[in-house]
C-alpha cells in the first residue's frame, strides 16, 4: 500500500474521531463506512459481547437479519475467535480453508473477514468486524490489519470516555446543586469601591438587592465605629496613614497580604451580626489592580463549621466513585481560592503529586494553563467554570514540563461548593497530530528541495523547492528518474561510490553538480537516506540545496583572505604560500630567489599633513607601478602601511636583482599628483638573497629590513643588498635600545648647560641644556649615537619631558645662588613637536617648577616646521601664549622656503655650527651667514651664532652686526651644580 493511501486513511479516521459535535453513534456509522471502503467488505459491524451472546451495536448496512439489537449466539460468528485473540483475525477466502468448516460460514456462508477486539478498561468488550459473502481478489495486506486494530482501539477509547462521562453526568448535577445551596457571601468591587458584583447570599445576608447595591460607592454595612478604630490600628501598622472609609477594608489586600478577620456588618433593617470576612485582590494578566473580592461567612449561625461538614461528607461519599475512575479526577472548591479537596489515584500518577500534597492547596499552586496559552491568575478555573469539555497545555507542580490534558467540569449536587475537574493526559495523541503536521509542513516549506523515490529510483513526490531549484514542475518530474537531472560532469565511478554508500551505510552526501531543466549546470549540496518501510520495501528521500552564491562567496573569502583589500596586491598569506613554492623549486632546480623589502620615505608627513585618503591613493598608486616593473610571474605583496614586498625568482646574477631595483626606485621617486596635490617620496629598499641570507621567508624578510635600515641611516632614496655586518649592527643597535629603556627607568641621564653670551655686554643671557648619558659599562655615551635611536622607538617623548622638567627645576635652583634671570634654553624633538598634547606638557611643567615662562626657551629644528601645516602652527601660537621664547636652530641645514619663515612665531635663530667651520676662510660660509643676519633683522628676530671656537670667528661675527654667540671660546658644557660658580674667563 502507497504512503499516499496509508496517509489518507489516517487522515479520514483522525477527522471523524476528532468531531466533537456528532453523536457516538454518527461516528460509528462513519467508521464503518470507511472500513468497508478500506478493506473492499460489504458488511462493517460493532458488536457487544456479553458471555455467549453476540448483539450488534452498530452494522451498515442495516438490514432485516442484521440490524442494532440483533442477537446471536457467539459460536455461530466468527468473532467468537476474534474476542480471543490478542491480533486482528481475517482472510481472504473460507471455501478450501480451515474457516470452512465454522458454523459462521456453514450458516451465513461469510467468504471474506477481517475483524479485531474491542478492549474497554483494559477487558475485551466486543469486536469490530467487515465480512463479505464473496471473497476479496488479494490477501488482506499487513497494513489492513495495523489500520484495524487502530479503530477497534479508538472505539474502546470512546467508550470508555462515554462511560465515564455518564458517571461524572451524575456527579456533576449533584455538585451544582451543591454550589446553588451555598451560604457564602461574595461581594467584587471595581478598584475605587464600587460595587460590581452581588451574589444571592450576599443578598440574603444583608437584607439588600443586587439592584439596591450594584453601581453603589463604598456601600456603608461595616460598622461605622469599628472602621475607625481599625483605621487607627492600620496606620500604625503598615507605617502610613489610613483614612476611615473603603481604604480600611482593602488595605492589605492592596498591598499583596491576604486579609482574613471578624467584622461587624449592619443589615438593611440596622440588625447587626458577626461575619469572617475575607478580602483578595484582583489582578489580570500583568499584574494590575483590577478589584477587589470580599467573601463573608455568618458566624452567628456558624456557617462555615457547615459548609466545612459538608465538604467532608461529599469528600467521603464520592471517594469509592471517584478511586473507581481510570481518567484523573480532582475536587476544587467552588470558592475563591478554589482550594482542592481530593484527588484521585490516577490524578495523583498524572500530576505527579500526592493527594496529601495537594489537598488545601489552590488549583493554581497545583496546575495551570502553560505560558503558550496565555495564561493569568485564575485563567484555568476561568475557562472550566464554563462546563465545556476543552483541551489545553498545563503545567503541573509535580512535573517538570508541561503536558496537553482533556478537560470535563461539573458540579456537586448538593452544598458543599465543590467542582469536579475529570482530567486525561493526550500527550500521545497531540504528539501525533503534531508529527504528522509538522512532516507535511516540513515537506511543503522546507527551503531545500525535497525528493522522494522508490526503490528501482522512480520519482514519487517532490517538494514545492525541487521545483524552485530544477525548474522541474511535479507532474514533469513524478514518474522519471533523477537522471533527468545529470550534469554530466560526473563519471561511472563516481556513481557507483555514492551507491556503495547508500547500500553499505544508508546514507550519502557530498557535493554534486546537476543540470536545470533550462539547461544550466549548478552546484548543489546533496544528501540522500535510505528509508526501509515494513515487508522489505525502501524509499530513498534526498535533500538538497542550491550552493551556487555560497561557493562564489567562498571563492570572493579566499580572495580577500589572499589580497591587500587597498591595493589587490599579495598579502602575508599568499606571500607566505608563493615563497614556499618559489623555495621549493629553488631547491629543485639549485636556482636563487632575491627579496626586495620595499618602505616609503617619509609617507607619514603625507598621512598627517593631508589625510588618510590622500595617504591610500597613493599606496595605490605606488603598487601599480611596482606591477609595472617586475615580470608577469614575479609576486608583489603589501605587508601593510606602506611596506611592500617584491619576490624575484629566475635571477641569473646580482646585476639582474640591481636592474631592477634601480627601476622599482625610479619609479617611486617619480612625483604622484592625487587630489590637486603633486606628493614627492621615495623609496628605501633592502634587499636579500635565498640561501645565502635566509632559509626561508621569516629570515630573507628580516635580512631585507637590516639592509632597508641601513639604506634609511645612509640618507634613503636607495637599494642595498644585505652584508652579515649589517647584523652586528643590529644587534648593538638592539642592545642600545634595552639600555636606553633601563636608563630611563633608572635615571642614569644628568644635564649638562652650556652658556650663551651677548658680546657686547660680556654676560651670559641663557643656558642651553645638553643631555648626557653615564652608561654604566660603557661609561659616558654620545647624544648623537642614543637619541636618533630615542626618536626611532618612540622614547623621546618621556625622554625629552623628563630633560624639560629636570632643566626647569635646576635653573629654579641656581637662581638664588647666581641673582641673574638667565634663560634656560632646551632642545624639542621633531617628534615631540608631533605630540598633541606639547603645549599641556610646557604649561604643566611650569607651573610643577615655578619657572617663570619668560625664562623658559624652546628650540625647535627646522625640519620639524617643515609641513607648515595649521597644526605646526597651533601648536607655535599655543606656546608663544605661554610666554616661553621659542628659537629655530640649525637655520639654513634645512629644506623649507624661507618664506614660511614670517609665518613662525619664532623670537630667534640660531645659525649652525657648519657655517662657523674656518668661515674666515670660506667666503661662501661668510656669505650664508651675512644673509641669514640680515633676513634676520628685517623680521626682527635675534640671531645667535654656534660653534665660535676662536677669536677670528667672533671678530668675524662682531662684523657681520651678530653678537649673541655660543661655543668653547666662551665655555664648555659643565654640570647643573657648576653654573652657580661659573664666571666669564677670558
Known amino acids: 500500500m502507497s504512503h499516499a493511501l496509508a496517509y489518507e486513511r489516517i487522515t479520514t479516521l483522525y477527522a471523524i474521531t476528532a468531531d466533537q459535535q456528532s453523536p457516538l453513534e454518527e461516528k460509528f456509522r462513519a467508521l464503518l463506512d470507511l472500513g468497508q471502503q478500506a478493506f473492499d467488505l460489504d458488511i462493517g459491524c460493532i458488536a457487544r459481547i456479553s458471555g455467549d451472546v453476540y448483539e450488534v451495536a452498530a452494522v451498515v448496512p442495516v438490514t432485516n437479519g442484521l440490524m442494532p439489537g440483533s442477537r446471536f449466539p457467539l459460536e455461530h460468528t466468527y468473532c467468537g475467535v476474534t474476542i480471543a485473540s490478542s491480533d486482528p483475525v481475517g482472510f481472504d477466502q473460507a471455501t478450501g480453508s480451515d474457516w470452512e468448516r465454522h458454523p459462521c460460514f456453514r450458516k451465513f456462508r461469510q467468504e471474506a473477514y477481517l475483524g479485531a477486539r474491542i478492549l474497554v478498561d483494559d477487558q475485551p468488550w466486543g469486536t469490530l468486524s467487515f465480512s463479505s459473502l464473496n471473497k476479496v481478489a488479494h490477501p488482506h495486506p499487513e497494513e489492513d490489519f495495523l489500520f484495524i486494530n487502530l479503530m477497534a482501539q479508538w472505539i474502546g477509547h470512546e467508550l470508555e470516555r462515554a462511560d465515564h462521562h455518564e458517571k461524572m453526568w451524575a456527579l456533576n448535577e449533584w455538585r451544582q446543586a451543591l454550589l446553588d445551596s451555598a451560604n457564602l457571601s461574595i461581594i467584587a468591587t471595581d478598584p475605587d469601591g464600587v460595587v460590581v458584583s452581588v451574589n444571592h447570599a450576599a443578598e440574603r445576608m444583608l437584607g439588600y438587592s443586587a439592584v439596591e447595591l450594584v453601581g453603589q460607592r463604598r456601600p456603608r454595612f461595616h460598622d461605622r465605629d469599628e472602621v475607625i478604630a481599625r483605621a487607627k490600628q492600620l496606620s500604625e501598622e503598615l507605617g502610613e496613614t489610613v483614612e476611615p472609609g473603603f481604604e480600611v477594608i482593602v488595605a492589605r489586600a492592596r498591598r499583596g497580604t491576604a486579609d482574613e478577620s471578624e467584622w461587624t456588618y449592619v443589615r438593611k433593617d440596622g440588625s447587626r451580626f458577626a461575619v469572617l470576612q475575607s478580602v483578595t485582590a484582583v489582578r489580570d494578566a500583568k499584574g494590575g489592580l483590577r478589584g477587589f473580592l470580599g467573601t463573608a461567612v455568618d458566624l452567628s449561625q456558624r456557617k462555615a463549621l457547615e459548609v466545612q ?50 489537598s488545601g492547596k489552590s488549583l493554581e499552586n497545583v496546575i495551570g494553563l502553560a505560558p503558550e496559552e496565555g495564561a493569568g491568575p485564575g485563567s484555568l478555573f476561568c475557562r472550566l467554570v464554563h462546563g465545556k469539555p476543552f ?69 514519487l513526490r517532490v517538494n514545492p523547492a525541487f521545483t524552485l531549484i530544477t525548474g522541474y514542475l511535479p507532474e ?154 617586475v615580470r608577469g610571474g614575479d609576486t608583489v605583496a603589501r605587508l601593510g602601511g606602506d611596506e611592500f ?38 623609496p628605501s629598499i633592502g634587499i636579500s638573497l635565498y640561501p645565502s641570507d635566509g632559509a626561508d621567508l621569516e629570515g630573507l624578510l628580516q635580512a631585507a629590513d637590516i639592509a632597508m635600515y641601513q639604506v634609511k641611516a645612509a640618507g634613503r632614496n636607495a637599494w642595498m643588498f644585505f652584508e652579515a655586518r649589517m647584523n652586528e649592527e643590529v644587534r648593538t643597535r638592539h642592545q642600545l635600545e634595552i639600555d636606553l629603556r633601563r636608563a630611563l627607568a633608572e635615571k642614569q ?146 629644506y623649507s622656503s624661507l618664506g614660511y619663515l614670517s609665518s613662525f612665531a619664532v623670537d630667534r635663530l640660531k645659525i649652525d655650527r657648519s657655517f662657523m667651520l674656518d668661515v674666515e676662510n670660506k667666503p661662501n660660509n661668510g656669505a650664508i651667514i651675512h644673509a641669514v643676519i640680515a633676513l634676520a633683522k628685517a623680521l626682527g628676530l635675534e640671531v645667535v651664532a654656534e660653534g665660535v671656537e676662536t677669536c677670528e670667528q667672533l671678530a668675524f661675527l662682531i662684523d657681520s652686526g651678530c653678537v649673541k654667540a655660543q661655543g668653547f671660546l666662551y665655555g664648555r658644557p659643565i654640570p647643573a651644580n657648576a653654573v652657580p660658580d661659573f664666571s666669564l674667563r677670558q
Open 749 to 894: 641621564f644628568e644635564l649638562h648647560y652650556q652658556p650663551q653670551f651677548d658680546v657686547d655686554g660680556a654676560r651670559v643671557i641663557a643656558w642651553e641644556a645638553l643631555l648626557r648619558w653615564q652608561h654604566p659599562e660603557r661609561g659616558w655615551i654620545e647624544p648623537t649615537e642614543f637619541i636618533p635611536v630615542a626618536e626611532d622607538t618612540g622614547m623621546i617623548l618621556p625622554l625629552g619631558e623628563w630633560v624639560l622638567e629636570a632643566a626647569c627645576r635646576e635653573a629654579m635652583d641656581w637662581t638664588v645662588r647666581r641673582g641673574d634671570g638667565e634663560r634656560v634654553a632646551v632642545n624639542l624633538s621633531p617628534r615631540q613637536f608631533d605630540q598633541p598634547a606639547l603645549v599641556d606638557v610646557v604649561a604643566r611643567v611650569l607651573k610643577d617648577t615655578g619657572l617663570p615662562a619668560n625664562r623658559l626657551e624652546l628650540e625647535v629644528t627646522e625640519s620639524a616646521l617643515m609641513a607648515n601645516t595649521p597644526k605646526v602652527r597651533e601648536t607655535l601660537l599655543g606656546l608663544k601664549a605661554l610666554g616661553v621664547h621659542l628659537t629655530l636652530d640649525d637655520f639654513g641645514t634645512g
Open 476 to 629: 514533469e518530474a513524478i514518474g522519471q528518474n533523477p537522471r533527468i537531472l545529470r550534469s554530466g560532469r560526473h563519471d561511472a565511478d563516481f556513481y557507483r561510490e555514492l551507491w556503495r554508500s547508500l547500500d553499505q551505510n544508508g546514507h550519502w552526501h557530498g557535493e554534486i553538480w546537476d543540470r536545470r531543466k533550462n539547461a544550466d549546470i549548478y552546484p548543489k549540496w546533496l544528501c540522500i537516506n535510505a528509508v526501509h518501510l515494513p515487508h522489505g520495501v525502501t524509499r530513498y528521500v534526498a535533500l538538497f540545496a542550491d550552493i551556487s552564491e555560497r561557493k562564489e562567496h567562498e571563492e570572493r573569502i579566499d580572495y580577500l583572505a589572499r589580497h591587500d583589500a587597498l591595493t589587490g596586491l599579495a598579502n602575508r598569506r599568499l606571500l607566505d604560500d608563493r615563497m614556499g613554492k618559489l623555495l621549493s623549486s629553488a631547491r629543485k632546480g639549485d636556482q636563487g630567489v632575491a627579496l626586495l623589502l620595499i618602505d616609503l620615505d617619509r609617507f607619514k608627513q603625507v598621512n598627517d599633513s593631508l589625510g588618510h585618503q590622500v595617504g591610500d591613493q597613493l599606496l595605490v598608486e605606488v603598487a601599480r607601478r611596482l606591477n609595472a616593473c
Open 309 to 358: 461538614t459538608a465538604i467532608a461528607r461529599a469528600n467521603e461519599m464520592s471517594r469509592t466513585i471517584v478511586r473507581a475512575i481510570s481518567e484523573g479526577v480532582i475536587g476544587v472548591e467552588d470558592a475563591f481560592p478554589h482550594r482542592i479537596r481530593f484527588i484521585n489515584p490516577a490524578a495523583e500518577k498524572m500530576l505527579g503529586v500526592s493527594e496529601a500534597e495537594a
Open 645 to 682: 614586498v617584491v619576490l624575484l625568482a629566475g635571477i641569473a646574477d646580482h646585476r639582474g636583482i640591481a636592474h631592477v631595483a634601480e627601476k622599482i626606485r625610479e619609479a617611486l621617486a617619480r612625483p604622484v599628483e592625487v587630489g590637486g596635490h603633486l606628493l614627492h617620496t621615495s
Open 391 to 459: 483541551e489545553a497545555m498545563i503545567v503541573s507542580s509535580g512535573r517538570d514540563m508541561p503536558f496537553p490534558a482533556a478537560f470535563v467540569t461539573s458540579r456537586a449536587l448538593d452544598d458543599t461548593g465543590l467542582v469536579v475537574l475529570t482530567v486525561q493526559d493526550v500527550t500521545a495523541r497531540w504528539q501525533s497530530d503534531e508529527q504528522l503536521r509538522l512532516a507535511e509542513q516540513v515537506f511543503e516549506y522546507s527551503p531545500e528541495a525535497i525528493l522522494v523515490t522508490d526503490g528501482d529510483g522512480t520519482i
